[in-house]
T-cell receptor, first 112, second 114 residues
Framework: GEDVEQSLFLSVREGDSSVINCTYT??????LYWYKQEPGAGLQLLTY?????DMKQDQRLTVLLNKKDKHLSLRIADTQTGDSAIYFC????????????FGSGTRLSIRP | DAGVIQSPRHEVTEMGQEVTLRCKPI?????LFWYRQTMMRGLELLIY????????DSGMPEDRFSAKMPNASFSTLKIQPSEPRDSAVYFC????????????FGNGTRLTVT
């Protein structure tokens, strides 16, 4: 079945790098997404990676994909207070191509 | 484009009352999704439409929930009768056809049933 798992909380010091991890079960995943949710708002797409890629970089964001271990990570360099939010990992698969399955979200908090 | 628009932003109602949540997707998007978010269960997909036709409603909790999409620019999610356990944030999202098309979310409707 389809399942996406994330740890619930992460706390980092301002200026350090944040690494948010995600594991998924469906090996037929096509696209994997990272969304950000700020308080009182909907989910906002941060970045995505196609399953035939290992890495994608976009400014302060780096996505790493390990297909063998079904592991996805999001690294945020030089974490700022504005990065405080809930980060969701999500997958789209061949078996349910129109559905995107979301993880439970990781709440990132920044300490001074 | 204004993005996905949901109304109302907040709804407080008493148990037993009918609740109607509204969504206007991004123009040109073929897919529309309704999600529910709670602390206990996270983000749950309730139902989604393709070209105004419901494709998968297996996530709808029970018969008290119904969703319609009468045209490409409007959808409703109705709860009748509402119960306190329906309290949650309800999100509408839309996307283009498949492939790498991501979901674009509205800001949600926070529903409180007392």
């Amino acid at each position: 079945g389809e399942d996406v798992e994330q740890s619930l909380f992460l706390s980092v010091r301002e200026g350090d790098s944040s690494v948010i991890n995600c594991t998924y079960t469906d090996s037929s995943s096509t696209y994997l997404y990272w969304y950000k949710q700020e308080p009182g708002a909907g989910l906002q797409l941060l970045t995505y990676i196609f399953s035939n890629m290992d890495m994608k970089q976009d400014q302060r964001l780096t996505v790493l994909l390990n297909k063998k271990d079904k592991h996805l990570s999001l690294r945020i360099a030089d974490t700022q207070t504005g990065d405080s939010a809930i980060y969701f990992c999500a997958e789209r698969t061949y078996s349910s191509a129109s559905k995107i399955i979301f993880g439970s979200g990781t709440r990132l908090s920044i300490r001074p | 484009d204004a993005g996905v628009i949901q109304s109302p932003r907040h709804e407080v109602t008493e148990m037993g009352q009918e609740v109607t949540l509204r969504c206007k997707p991004i123009s040109g998007h073929d897919y529309l999704f309704w999600y529910r978010q709670t602390m206990m269960r996270g983000l749950e997909l309730l139902i989604y439409f393709n070209n105004n036709v419901p494709i998968d409603d297996s996530g709808m909790p029970e018969d008290r929930f119904s969703a319609k999409m009468p045209n490409a620019s409007f959808s409703t999610l109705k709860i009748q009768p509402s119960e306190p356990r329906d309290s949650a944030v309800y999100f509408c999202a839309s996307s283009l056809r498949e492939g790498n098309s991501p979901l674009h979310f509205g800001n949600g409707t926070r529903l409180t049933v007392t």
